[in-house]
């Protein structure tokens, strides 16, 4: 029996790739009014990092359910690996299709998956052992609260601008490294085998490419607010 999250739904429910478009353009723009509406300019330097770092917030959430979770994911997956084996990304089209209730969206039962459907791809994120796993709930943990900070300092200069500068360095070298090293040991741990080059492209390389062009983008805004001592990047 293919294995779902267990909570009953409650009132309307909303495909889960609606919703994460909603949550991704609704809270960007948000942040991208807000930064006009103080500064009366659009900058793409915040805009582009608004958008990543809302999705990162996003990620982060699930990052968490991954540890919280990890149970189910891995029930899940066992659940549905060999029924998807070779159509892996059939199983991702219906992850992204099924109807989230909207009273549970907060819930991390309801994301798990997300996760058991990359396993389809890496096995490590059913396994506590494994780098990806830790790396990944590391990244829940240490990067959610970081991230508000950046994005919302980008606009409201809650602190001085080289105090943002070091904490945005910190917070996307770790981003960058991390991807870095989780890509080798894809690589390394023959992963990719037995997928098509176009299912990783799309599921694997693309996603995570954001993590490697938005940290350096990141970075070099980072080391602009040290050197420059204002938030003249963002203006």
Same mark, same amino acid.
């Not at 990304?89 to 219906?94: D, L």
């Given at each position: 029996?293919?294995?779902?999250?267990?909570?009953?739904?409650?009132?309307?429910?909303?495909?889960?790739?609606?919703?994460?478009? /909603?949550?991704?353009? @609704?809270?960007? =723009? %948000?942040?991208?009014?807000?930064?006009? $509406?103080?500064?009366?300019? *659009? &900058?793409?330097?915040?805009?582009?990092?608004?958008?990543?770092?809302?999705?990162?917030?996003?990620?982060?959430?699930?990052?968490?359910?991954?540890?919280?979770?990890?149970?189910?994911?891995?029930?899940?997956?066992?659940?549905?690996?060999?029924?998807?084996?070779?159509?892996?990304?059939?199983?991702?089209?219906?992850?992204?299709?099924?109807?989230?209730?909207?009273?549970?969206?907060?819930?991390?039962?309801?994301?798990? /998956?997300?996760?058991? @459907?990359?396993? =389809? %791809?890496?096995?490590?994120?059913?396994? $506590?052992?494994?780098?990806? *796993? &830790?790396?990944?709930?590391?990244?829940?943990?240490?990067?959610?609260?970081?991230?508000?900070?950046?994005?919302?300092?980008?606009?409201?200069?809650?602190?001085?601008?080289?105090?943002?500068?070091?904490?945005?360095?910190?917070?996307?070298?770790?981003?960058?490294?991390?991807?870095?090293?989780?890509?080798?040991?894809?690589?390394?741990?023959?992963?990719?085998?037995?997928?098509?080059?176009?299912?990783?492209?799309?599921?694997?390389?693309?996603?995570?490419?954001?993590? %490697?062009?938005?940290?350096?983008?990141?970075?070099?805004?980072?080391?602009?607010?040290?050197?420059?001592?204002?938030?003249?990047?963002?203006?």
């Amino acid at each position: 029996m293919l294995m779902e999250s267990t909570t009953q739904p409650r009132g309307p429910a909303v495909p889960a790739a609606a919703i994460i478009g /909603t949550v991704v353009i @609704g809270a960007t =723009l %948000f942040h991208v009014w807000l930064h006009q $509406r103080v500064h009366g300019v *659009y &900058n793409p330097t915040q805009i582009g990092l608004a958008f990543f770092l809302v999705i990162n917030v996003l990620v982060a959430w699930w990052e968490i359910a991954l540890f919280v979770c990890q149970d189910q994911i891995h029930a899940e997956y066992e659940a549905t690996k060999e029924r998807y084996r070779g159509t892996e990304m059939t199983r991702i089209a219906e992850i992204f299709a099924r109807p989230i209730p909207l009273l549970n969206v907060l819930s991390f039962s309801q994301w798990t /998956t997300i996760w058991s @459907g990359y396993s =389809l %791809f890496d096995p490590g994120y059913s396994d $506590r052992r494994s780098f990806g *796993y &830790n790396i990944d709930v590391g990244n829940g943990f240490t990067t959610l609260i970081p991230a508000l900070v950046f994005a919302s300092g980008m606009t409201f200069e809650w602190m001085p601008a080289r105090v943002l500068g070091i904490i945005g360095i910190i917070l996307f070298w770790q981003m960058f490294y991390g991807t870095a090293v989780y890509f080798f040991q894809f690589f390394n741990n023959d992963r990719h085998k037995g997928h098509s080059l176009r299912d990783l492209v799309v599921f694997v390389g693309i996603t995570n490419l954001m993590w %490697f062009v938005f940290p350096l983008w990141g970075l070099w805004a980072s080391v602009e607010l040290i050197l420059d001592g204002s938030y003249r990047v963002f203006l």
